[in-house]
């Protein structure tokens, strides 16, 4: 019976998308997303399980290699017609809006959700993001300190925003606190270890660069490198940064 098998192939469903998604297969998401819509059966508005696969889906078009944005859109164009003014579905919509570099677009979204959710901190670190890369500083100052004072409610967006408010720190040449934010990044990415020993890598590059390109402190620049090359002794790339500042 249809009915009484559903749970199961929910479970094994989603089952399945949590393997793939973690080897990071994601037009394996995808397929089976479309599968278990179809073992789920027709759409049903009300059914959060639809619901729920539909938005994996989604995020499955867009993580592909190429991306799948013209499906990806069929099936927002859908999924809004199905839920209009859900926040979930806006949010899929500016993520496609953004992808495609449609700014203005994204933007209208990104302030709908934030009325229908005012503590949404991905829609403030988007927008703020999106003002930074348009010159609006002002703007972006706000919404990237909104998405920063509700961040521990969505870690995972912690280093991002951090980041990017260096970026605009660097920009508007408040140089001390763009030192600060990066220092905050810097303690995230080491607290990961050497899952992250690249981005922490990167990250002390661009700390060396402000401190000596924009604040002028040679010798501050040298001991950040020089604390670095104690820790990583055989890493050929802290030498290389020492040469490049010499």
């Known amino acids: 019976d249809a009915t009484q098998r559903r749970p199961l192939d929910k479970r094994v469903g989603l089952a399945l998308v949590a393997f793939y998604d ?3 297969r994601f037009d394996k998401v995808a397929e089976t997303c479309r599968w278990l819509l179809d073992r789920l059966g027709a759409v049903n508005k009300a059914d959060p399980d639809t619901q729920d696969v539909r938005l994996m889906l989604m995020q499955a078009l867009f993580s592909t290699t190429p991306r799948q944005l013209a499906d990806a ?15 979930r579905g806006l949010t899929a919509r500016a993520q496609l809006s953004l992808l495609r570099g449609n700014r203005q677009e994204a933007l209208d979204d990104l302030t709908r959700i934030l009325a229908q959710d005012p503590e949404h901190v991905w829609a403030y670190f988007m927008r703020g993001r999106v003002a930074l890369e348009q010159g609006r500083y002002d703007a972006a100052r706000a919404d990237l300190s909104e998405a920063n004072s ?11 925003v951090h980041r990017t408010l260096a970026s605009l720190y660097e920009r508007t040449k408040e140089f001390e606190l763009a030192e600060s934010e990066l220092r ?3 303690d995230l990415v080491s607290k990961q270890g050497s899952r992250a020993a690249d981005q922490r890598a990167q990250v002390v590059s661009q700390l060396v660069r402000l401190v000596y390109n924009s604040m002028k402190q040679f010798d501050r620049a040298q001991k950040l490198i020089g604390e670095y090359l104690e820790k990583d002794p055989n890493d050929a790339y802290w030498p290389l940064e020492m040469g490049r500042l010499f």
Not at 79 to 87: F, I, L, Q, S, V
Request: proline content about 3%; charged content about 40%; hydrophobic content about 35%.
């Open 73 to 87: 859109k069929l099936e927002i164009d859908g999924y809004t017609r199905d839920y209009p003014g859900d926040a």
């Open 22 to 24: 973690a080897q990071r």
């Open 184 to 186: 905050k990044v810097l």
């Open 150 to 160: 509700r961040i521990a409610k969505y870690h995972v967006l912690e280093v991002d």
